[in-house]
Structure formats: C-alpha cells, structure tokens
C-alpha cells in the first residue's frame, strides 16, 4: 500500500489541527493504522494507533485526553485530530500501515510509511 499524509501546518499552542493519510489499495481494511512523531535529532514515536476496523485504538500517554485516532474504510483514510497542542508536540508526523496490532501496544511492525507532513506550534 501506498500512504499520502497530509494536514500538517503552523498553529499556536492550544490549537488543534487535523491529519489525514489517504491509502491506496483494495486492502485498507486488512491493516491497522498508526501515527508517529519524529521530533530533531529524536526517533519515529508511535502517538496513535487504530484497529483494523476501528474497535480499538491506541495512545501515547503524552497525547492521552487531546489526540483522536479514527478511521474510514469507506474512503480509505486514516485521521489524526489533534487538539490542545503543545510546543512539545513539534515534530513530523508519519502514517504507517501495519497487519500487526495489539490495543496496549499499538503497531508491532510496519509494513508500509507514508512521507512526513510537519507541525509546528508556537508558544
């Protein structure tokens, strides 16, 4: 599967913004979905995960309570609503397919990345 994130931008903290990545291919609903962050000089973090049908999601502590994971199978796109930013959460925001998941967890591996969209949030 091909995955195209999107929805990224600037916004000051407190603000929300809304990820989307759009997958091509017949077979969306054969895997999970999940967003990562990768701050500079840090590694890829998983921040939210969903279910292959959207039962059960996943989510980083840090994000718990202001980040909403959801899916559409219709139309092939997985969402990142992100609410009450912080600087903090200053990074590029990947998408990435996996047939691997567990709900405590989120993706056990990844089989397919999308390119990163940034955001950025101004104190």
């Known amino acids: 599967v091909q995955l195209q994130a999107s929805g990224g931008g600037l916004v000051q903290a407190g603000g929300s913004l809304r990820l989307s990545c759009a997958v091509s291919?017949?077979?969306?609903?054969?895997?999970?979905m999940g967003w990562f962050h990768q701050a500079p000089g840090m590694g890829r973090v998983l921040v939210a995960a969903?279910?292959?049908?959207?039962?059960?999601?996943y989510y980083a502590d840090s994000v718990k309570g202001r980040f909403t994971i959801s899916r559409d199978n219709a139309k092939n796109t997985v969402y990142l609503q992100m609410n009450s930013l912080k600087p903090e959460d200053t990074a590029v925001y990947y998408c990435?397919?996996?047939?691997?998941?567990?709900?405590?967890?989120?993706?056990?591996?990844?089989?397919?990345w999308g390119q990163g969209t940034q955001v950025t949030v101004s104190s």
């Open positions: 969903i279910s292959w049908h959207g039962d059960t999601t």
């Open positions: 291919g017949r077979t969306f609903s054969s895997y999970a």
């Open positions: 990435a397919a996996s047939r691997l998941y567990r709900a405590n967890v989120g993706l056990l591996s990844i089989d397919s």
